[in-house]
């Protein structure tokens, strides 16, 4: 019986490739840190191919199957590489994408592997965009199966251990359509951005579910919980009913922030234009005030002013003051960060600029692999700290030593 052929450990290669880049290492060339991954993907893509190929000899009614591995070695961008594949019984199968005798890898061809699909680009205009390039055509069943092979590698990130403590942690949904068993229907794609104690940004998670709730917000968490996120300091995230319960049951000591961008724009709703700006007037005084005594002094002049002509916009600060006004426990430095969840809006927008092509998704499936694909690209500008970390970390610090590990420092 073959071997089944080894996960690509993609977090082992992130740990590596990070190393490399500070040890000096070059991106691409003779043993540069893409090598790897590059390699993966070849091999992923020919395998894509044969599983393909071998799908159409049985629809046929041909026999045919694997038989055995074969190797050649590709000069590349990343060097000389060995890519290994497999071979088929009736010797049929011919590699499009790296063709039996072909040798050299043109760097467009392995842009084109790693880059053509997180730019949104669909899969009749890659087929347009290879046959004009390169003289073949591929057809879609068999590109599909190529960008399938990105699925080991989405998965090997989805399971990456996490670290045990996060400064801060934002949590929202988008929607999307998406076709299943023959219809198309609404996905809700949760995402999970984290502060680590670098002061680096990062997705811990995206998750696929058939609508918004406290409840699957639950499981999302109970994912991180799994993967080692033992404590959050603060979790930012909209006005969702139940939001707070359900971070609570995990990470009881948690400090919630609902977002109070989100909750101005709420109020400001209800109020009609001839009284707009004396609203809001009110209302900045309640949400920008020094601190939390004089927050809730405006805050009761606010219901006092306005609380009776437009209860829907005063009600939900009164209701939900805790969480709205967690922030205020915090100095200005932190409060910045945490007071609005326009962090992940922005990276909702950048998903949204490779997704807005689509008007549905295939599976859920293609969903996950064309946002992990734009959050591998985010994860390149996010490298540089946003924030004045320093002098955040040393309020953090004061504030909750005693929650903050040493390792999670280093």
Known sequence: MEK?????????????????????QSLNGEKGVF????????????????????????QNGRSNRRNGKTSKKVKSSAGL?????????AGTFQPELLPKRQVVMSDDLES??????????????????????????????????????????????????????????????????????GKVVTRAMYSVLGLSFQGNKEVLGIYIMESEGARQWLNVLGDLKERGVEDILIACVDGLNGFPKAIGELYPKTNVQLCVVHQIRNSARFVP????KAFMKDLKMVYQAPGRELAEQAL??????????????????????????????????????MYTTNTIEAYHRQIRKITKTKGAFASDNALLKLAFLAIMDMEKAWKRRAFNWKSILSQFMMIYEDRIPMQVLD
């Open 4 to 24: 089944e052929k080894p996960k690509f450990d993609f977090e082992s290669f992130k740990q590596e490739a990070l190393a490399g880049l500070y040890a000096g």
């Open 35 to 58: 090598g790897p991954l590059i390699k993966h993907l070849l091999e992923s893509a020919l395998e894509g191919e044969l599983n393909h190929h071998l799908s159409e000899e049985q």
């Open 81 to 89: 590489l060995e890519v290994e594949g497999t071979r088929d019984r």
């Open 112 to 181: 084109k592997i790693i880059g053509m699909y997180s730019r949104g680009m669909s899969l009749g205009d890659i087929q347009d965009q290879i046959e004009e390039m390169y003289g073949f055509k591929l057809s879609k069943a068999k590109l599909s199966s190529i960008t399938d092979a990105v699925l080991p590698t989405l998965e090997a990130w989805r399971k990456r251990p996490l670290e045990s403590v996060y400064a801060i942690i934002w949590l929202d949904a988008m929607f999307y359509k998406v076709r299943h068993e």
């Open 273 to 276: 234009d001839k009284h707009i």
């Open 300 to 337: 009761l002049e606010l219901e006092q002013g306005w609380g009776q002509r437009y209860p829907q916009a005063v009600k939900p600060w009164m209701e939900h003051w805790e969480q709205l006004s967690t922030y205020f426990e915090h100095p200005p430095e932190i409060r910045k960060v």
